[in-house]
DNA sequence: CATGAATGAGAATTCATTCAT
DNA sequence: AATGAATGAATTCTCATTCAT
């Protein structure tokens, strides 16, 4: 946890105190993604920023050296947030099949919860040096990895069929992230929520083996937390 | 067809004639996707531009309004080539689940034979202004057109499942355009081929019906273009 | 005459036919008017003018070295129509009185028929370089002889108090550019003919003799072309 | 006179501190009405104000919003000066017909001491956009007044004869105007206080009623500040 | 002679970054 | 530490001029 605390501890700062750097930096962020989803990384100005974020343009170099850094420290906040949320929904719960479904919710929400910076992310990422991008890179794969991990749990328990694990993980990344891309089309369709039970919904028939199948079902009638019934007629289906 | 064709006329140029317009509105595009697809839209310079494709920076202006209108053309060349790729291969095609494999793979190769370009319409379309943001947003939206009519005729046909066709269809695009954003990862672990057999191997399992299925195997016996046999261990499941 | 038709003859020219020379500068010249007097030299390009001759870009330049030319061909036009208006109402008028009077109001006719171009003259002279604008400052005097040679009679003859005649015939012109520069205030307020007789009160209260004062109550009595009565109390005064 | 010192602050700036403003846009406009008067508006660059000003090209667009601000800046400044100039002369002064000559001879002084800013207004006034040529213009007769009400006082006194205020005033300002206009001319041939005064008695016989020179007598028997002799024959003829 | 596409130098403007206060 | 005025390089776009057809 520290460890990703200051994952951005490698940005550069005139500022010593790490306490101040960490506020300065938040409220920059906080503002730089608000006006990146507006107006995206190059229609955006350091003085919008700064004044969006309540200092002055000067400040903003006392904590980064350059814009990109501002956008690098965007990145950053998304993969933070992955990286926290996700494992915390995912806590205590221990069943495969459990944890897929958990984690895809959990990524799809929090790609919801920052459609902005989400959209930022992909619309800006060639924005950053090969550097900067090399980090971002590495960012994403380790996010994958709190995907393909139950994904794999799920195989070797024999509830998913036997396939790639990383397209399929890369798939889920894209579910995630579709409900950002292609937000303007989706809003006044259909809810986050609905979005991803029907995605959801598409893994399990494409993944499920019979023995899955089961335990779905079996997990189901415990019902902790059950898909919405209307988009799950298969269910029925099997049950009947 | 013809409309497409001229599709980009309608932007405002000082020289008349149709022809010479079009030759170097194609010689513009061209040179623009390539500087685009290494430093973005905002990191590419007119000028550049210009000496990438031979010719004087005014006289872009002369076929073209402004720097945004060389990022519309990228686009309205993009969906072009959708446009003409996908139907050109679903020529002769009338069974719905081998027009729905047919179109799939289609896109997914356009995509694959652009992924400049590709990339440049998810990192670039903020970078548009409204009014032209709504004419890539038609065009979207108008090529989508191209996947749904397959996934319908097998619904209809009973092939598939009865789904969210919108959804899918955009899932269908995800894959697609997923191979271009994320070219920088999958290009040397995975050929296109691979890709796209894998994503449509997905998708079939989740979709098929069982009557589906048995159109399928037989398809498959006259056997003009198998999935890869690895990938079907459900159809046993299901058969048996 | 022949002279003054020729007068822009040093005007380089890559067309031999002088005929044809002198019909396309005309062309030329008309278009440029209409459009400096809307927008300035500077605010119209070489396009414009062709577009509003009828005539290609390229064929102005046939006919002229660069715009600048354009711009002097327009002065020379303003300066020939003094030339040929001023002497056209004199012919014939032997008085000096009159031939002051109808100096005078041909001056101030010929600018109010073309206060655009006249305008043009004041805003856009030093638009021209050095040489160009020496030759319009001859012009320019060359045009004020026209106005002095009738003070300088009526002077001569009594009629005018000895005052500076180059200073007099400045105040002329100004009085007959004053209705160009000022027309967006007069236009609404009053005619150009009664503008006309309330300077040429004003310069006949200022300059004529009690001689003079005589002389211009027999010369009305005869009454070719009076003042407009209204603006003449000062006659009564004196007659009673 | 508070509110005309801070006119131009009605113009964007993005620096805050009021005294800054007028400090750096004085500074600004001297070097702008250099650079104009000689080069004129459009042959003048902003570079070149810049480097004029001694400050970066940057800094003059925190302080205006585009180039032509700049001019209008100069315009402003040129209307402040008659603003003050003509009012501080005229205290103290209560004769109608001293505050005429006054007016007039504080007015042609002004122009006389910017001539390049009084030509560059009248060249370059159709540069401006609409919306600035109206405050050009309600600045333009707000100055007129200055020139008008002493007009009235001294038709009001019985000392001028009755004449269209509007006109004479204009004419006023076009005597004031005219020596800037033709300064190449005059420059070498008279003093611009003999152009006054040889402008003012053009005015003074052209208007004075007989009541009106004998208060004139009077006033320079007085002799505060006489007209010089040699340009007033005619008051000994009417005295004779 | 006439055309109009092509050229490219030049101008206005923006904005990331610095630095004196 | 914080401010925000100042800098000036970089960029888009225009338009006078040329020249092949």
Redesign the pocket.
Same mark, same amino acid.
């Given at each position: 946890m520290i460890a990703e605390k200051r994952m951005d501890i490698e940005i550069e700062s005139?500022?010593?105190?790490p306490d101040?750097i960490e506020r300065?930096r938040e409220q920059v962020v906080s503002a730089a993604v608000k006006k990146f989803a507006v107006n995206g990384y190059h229609g &955006? &100005?350091? =003085?919008e920023i700064a004044e969006a974020a309540g200092? #002055? &343009?000067?400040?903003i170099? #006392?904590y980064v050296k350059? =814009?990109?850094d501002v956008l690098l420290l965007v990145f950053m906040a998304i993969f933070r947030r992955y990286q926290q949320e996700i494992p915390r929904q995912l806590e205590g719960v221990t069943d495969p099949l459990q944890r897929f479904c958990t984690a895809v919710r959990a990524y799809c929400e929090a790609v919801g919860s920052n459609v902005g910076a989400t959209v930022v992310g992909y619309q800006e990422s060639n924005a950053l040096s090969p550097e900067r991008r090399d980090i971002v890179k590495k960012l994403e794969l380790k996010t994958n990895a709190l995907i393909s991990a139950p994904v794999e749990e799920c195989i070797k328990a024999g509830y998913f069929r036997s396939v790639n694990v990383e397209l399929l993980t890369f798939r889920v990344v894209l579910l995630a992230h579709g409900w950002a891309l292609k937000n303007w089309y989706f809003r006044d369709r259909i809810s986050l929520n609905g979005y991803i039970e029907e995605g959801l919904s598409l893994f399990l028939h494409a993944l499920l083996t019979p023995s899955g199948w089961q335990h779905w079902r079996a997990l189901n009638e415990v019902a902790m937390r059950p898909p919405q019934p209307s988009k799950r007629p298969a269910r029925r289906r099997k049950a009947g």
């Open positions: 005139h500022v010593e105190n101040r300065r &955006t &100005t350091i =003085k200092v #002055s &343009t000067g400040l170099y #006392s350059d =814009k990109e």
